[in-house]
């Protein structure tokens, strides 16, 4: 099994935002679904133009909150509910790219978002590196195919043939799409062998057969080509279909690197979560039926219970299942909805040993949704292990901790002195509890603090942060390297003294 070796979330830094605006994975950051709404409130931008240009602001905010910028970006995606929304997308996204030779690849597709929210994007970026844009002589391409660092993303490539048209014939132009992906993996440096992910688009099915094989004939080796994702979404009346692709040079297992999850492709083309290397992130799964979008329950038990079976789906589309779940977080309306959510998780992890850690956080969703669910696993690793804190216990049904694979997660941990059960005095006496228990739990996960990647501490007063940075740099004392440390400002269930959460890996 591939070894994780950073993870940490970024988080918008408003209070009252608690939902995170992306993750980086080994260098990968990977922001899924950002939406132009207000981060506290939730409420959507007025129109469709301003809800780009304000999803565009929060992709922004996620490369500087991840210690990059938006020249790191590789790889983006819009999704609008109407083809004849497209077209508003590029104005702003070229004025964020002004330079036509230095922009990511780009593409838009059409599918169901959530009431009320008319554009969402997903980006990949690498940090560290810059893009630059390759092309294939003779076949022009609005969007571009850049190489950043060893990775090449391409938009969506057409069967054009260089310095020529398009093909009438499908089965033609199918061969010939492939060919421009394999002519550019060349002009990269890159060969069938380091295809990480291939994707085709058609507005119907009716061509997919067609262009399954011409995809075996134009890589016939089924060892090394990936499996061909097919996606039902609008492609101008010019083509038949078209196909992107993601490659990594050099990479042993590219395939094992990257791969977006799809809980309904056949007709919703919009990724749920991604596979970053050994984990898989899921950021917002919600109630809603993955096919129709249609909720079928308004009350938060059997939205809890729908989410948790779309968890379900999304972690087998993922090669996992729930043996390998490490985190699950919950977003509600309002954190007093807990005790159902209690219930609910309960009856999903019956073994009261074997259940991951999990919180929930209160957020504004959109109309009619009583539950957003981001989870964290890792595909091709054992069972996880749960974690105990000799002495102190949960109130809610959840374990202190957990590894799964070499990642070490935890729940909210608190400022309750173990065995006693005595509760601290004040948000500085919380703090030094809550960093012990950490440390703690990390000593039974077989690690310690310098393997620790983040810390999210959850405060109820801006004026606990100070605290909260002052008890991590005692408890770090000299190291060099500290792990990223997230303030998150909500109101909180319980009392308003800071709790702590952490990832490591060992």
Same mark, same amino acid.
Request: charged content about 20%; proline content about 7%; aromatic content about 6%.
């Given at each position: ?29 990977? =922001? ?11 409420? %959507? ?25 938006? $020249? ?5 995606? #819009?999704?609008?509910? !109407? ?15 002004? $330079?036509?030779?230095?922009? /990511? ?26 893009? !630059? ?10 969007? /571009? ?16 043939? %260089? ?8 089965? #033609? ?33 009716? &061509? ?6 011409? &995809?075996?004939?134009?890589? /016939?080796?089924?060892?090394?080509? /990936? ?10 009346? @010019? ?31 919009? %990724? ?32 809890? @219970? ?9 972690? +087998? ?38 259940? %991951? ?6 957020? !504004?969703?959109? +109309? ?8 964290? =696993? ?59 228990? #950490? ?8 690690? $310690? ?43 909180? #269930? ?13």
């Amino acid at each position: 099994m591939n070894k994780l070796d950073q993870f940490f979330e970024m988080y918008p830094n408003l209070p009252g935002a608690t939902i995170p605006l992306g993750v980086c994975v080994d260098g990968l950051v990977y =922001a899924n679904g950002l939406a132009g709404i207000d981060l506290v409130t939730g409420v %959507p931008a007025d129109g469709l133009e301003a809800q780009i240009h304000m999803a565009l602001a929060h992709l922004r905010a996620l490369m500087d909150n991840a210690g990059g910028s938006i $020249d790191e970006i590789g790889r983006g995606v #819009a999704y609008v509910t !109407k083809a004849e929304d497209r077209d508003a997308v590029y104005g702003p996204w070229e004025a964020m790219f002004p $330079d036509e030779q230095d922009r /990511p690849a780009f593409k838009v597709l059409v599918g169901s978002l959530p009431p009320g929210h008319l554009v969402h994007f997903d980006g990949l970026a690498i940090l560290g590196q810059r893009r !630059k844009r390759t092309e294939i002589a003779g076949v022009p391409a609005h969007d /571009p195919t850049v190489r950043i660092g060893d990775w090449v993303f391409t938009s969506r490539v057409h069967g054009i043939v %260089p310095h020529g048209g398009v093909p009438e014939d499908t089965e #033609a132009e199918a061969i010939q799409n492939f060919e421009n992906i394999a002519a550019l993996l060349k002009l990269n440096g890159c060969s069938a062998r380091d295809l990480v992910q291939v994707t085709l688009f058609g507005n119907s099915a009716d &061509y997919f057969d067609d262009a399954q094989k011409a &995809y075996e004939r134009v890589f /016939p080796d089924a060892q090394t080509r /990936p499996p061909l994702h097919r996606l039902i979404t609008f492609v101008t009346a @010019r083509f038949k279909i078209s196909v992107e692709m993601i490659a990594l040079r050099g990479a042993d297992c590219p395939q094992e690197r990257f791969r977006e999850i799809f809980l309904c492709p056949e007709s919703r083309p919009i %990724p749920d979560g991604a596979r970053l290397g050994p984990l898989l992130v899921a950021s917002g799964l919600n109630a809603a039926d993955p096919c129709t979008g249609a909720l079928d329950a308004a009350d938060p038990a059997a939205q809890l @219970r729908a989410a948790l079976s779309n968890m379900e789906t999304f972690l +087998a589309q993922g090669g996992a299942n729930r043996t390998q779940l490490a985190r699950a977080t919950f977003h509600m309306p309002s954190v007093d909805d807990r005790t159902v959510l209690n219930e609910v998780w309960s009856e999903h992890f019956p073994d009261a040993s074997d259940r %991951p850690p999990h919180k929930y956080a209160p957020a !504004k969703l959109p +109309a009619g949704h009583q539950v957003r669910l981001q989870i964290l =696993a890792v595909s091709d690793a054992g069972a996880r292990r749960t974690l105990d804190i000799p002495g102190l216990k949960h109130m809610d049904p959840m374990a202190m901790g957990a590894c799964t694979g070499n990642l070490v997660t935890s729940s909210r941990l608190f400022g309750t002195r173990a065995f006693t059960a005595e509760s601290a005095r004040s948000a500085t006496e919380a703090c030094e509890i809550a960093f012990a228990h #950490a440390g703690t739990l990390l000593q039974r996960a077989g690690t $310690d603090w310098s393997r620790t990647t983040q810390v999210t501490a959850f405060i109820g007063d801006p004026a606990q942060a100070g605290i909260v940075e002052a008890e991590l740099k005692r408890t770090l004392g000299g190291a060099r390297s500290a792990p990223r440390l997230n303030i998150v400002v909500a109101s909180w #269930a319980g009392n308003s003294n800071p709790r702590i959460e952490i990832v490591a890996v060992n």
